[in-house]
């Protein structure tokens, strides 16, 4: 029987902690570690796949959010893994070894839900690209390929250049995206010289309601709105929106919070698929692994969403017959001494 990608996303969705090869040929008598590995270094998985598995699930809205933003995927105790790079990590909040992968989320804002709809690997060894590279490519493909209904687009600091700012204004999209401490910007019209966003002051009305500022390097006159915005305890953002109908910082908060979607994707993708599991070398094996948890994600969420349940529910719920079984006719029978 060939061997498929299929089998390989079943054994993701159902395991539990062990992703390895290894233990998937040890619990399928017709498998061997070696036709696994076989597989998986010759197929050829893209990101394509994940959106032919969600474009029929989406539920679209005309005020559905695109959000962008990167993980790195794990493999700091790892030392012969191809397209493995040293690169900084937000959850570590230092410099670890890891996969790059440039992600993208589709959210509807009235149902609240969810999908991601195409990511990239981060490899600029082999194909040159940067993350922002990546993300004007998916940009592309969600306007030509996709034809999904979108109002606003929500991203990180890192992604918040004025070529695709610009961009984003072109298409008659929204954006707000936080913007880097050391950028420097002006809101006094001329009158005085550009300087850090840290070394503003804001009087109370702008504290409220944002004030107007030009951001150096952008076109003549061309002006965005800024809001100072606390987004925990010690944690201040100042985020740049091209929607000047916002009048409140309390409404760029709430926009903002959106973006928390694509962070509960990836830790969603990181404990319940094996994404960060896999110890093979070779790229293409690490590559198509990649692809097959995102499958794996998404039909996780398919179902959750069909049941009602949150996705933690629906993986941990495979255990429950198990738990059943072994509590009615245990392998094993606990005895007094």
Request: aromatic share 10%; with cysteine; hydrophobic share 35%.
């Amino acid at each position: 029987m060939k061997f498929t990608r299929l089998d390989y996303c079943q054994y993701l969705l159902v395991s539990q902690k062990n992703y390895t090869l290894t233990n998937f040929a040890n619990h399928t008598a017709s498998l061997s570690h070696d036709r696994i590995n076989r597989y998986l270094r010759t197929d050829k998985l893209t990101p394509k796949l994940v959106w032919e598995h969600v474009k029929s699930d989406i539920i679209q809205s005309r005020h559905g959010y695109i959000l962008f933003d990167d993980t790195i995927v794990d493999k700091n105790s790892s030392h012969s893994i191809e397209s493995v790079r040293r690169q900084y990590s937000g959850n570590s909040h230092g410099i670890i070894k890891g996969v790059g992968v440039v992600t993208c989320v589709y959210v509807n804002p009235e149902i609240e839900r969810f999908w991601a709809i195409d990511y990239r690997i981060f490899d600029p060894d082999i194909d040159g690209k940067s993350k922002l590279d990546h993300v004007n490519d998916m940009l592309s493909n969600i306007v030509h390929q996709k034809d999904i209904l979108f109002s606003k687009i929500l991203m990180d600091s890192w992604y918040a250049t004025k070529n695709l700012m610009l961009r984003i204004e072109e298409m008659g999209k929204i954006y707000y995206c936080p913007l880097k401490k050391n950028r420097l910007v002006d809101d006094s019209s001329g009158a005085e010289e550009y300087k850090q966003i840290v070394a503003l002051s804001w009087n109370e009305n702008e504290i409220e309601t944002g004030k107007v500022v030009k951001i150096r390097k952008f076109p003549k006159n061309h002006k965005v709105k800024l809001f100072r915005v606390q987004v925990s305890t010690n944690r201040t953002e100042h985020v740049a929106t091209n929607d000047v109908t916002k009048i409140s910082t309390h409404d760029a908060r709430d926009e903002c919070a959106v973006r928390w979607k694509i962070e509960e994707f990836h830790r969603e993708v990181k404990q319940l698929t094996g994404l960060e599991k896999c110890q093979c070398r070779k790229r293409r094996i690490q590559k198509n692994h990649i692809a097959c948890a995102m499958l794996v994600w998404a039909r996780l969420k398919q179902i959750a969403y069909q049941t009602g349940k949150t996705i933690y529910q629906i993986k941990n719920g495979l255990l429950e017959d198990y738990l059943i079984k072994q509590l009615k006719n245990p392998t094993w029978k606990f005895q007094n001494a």
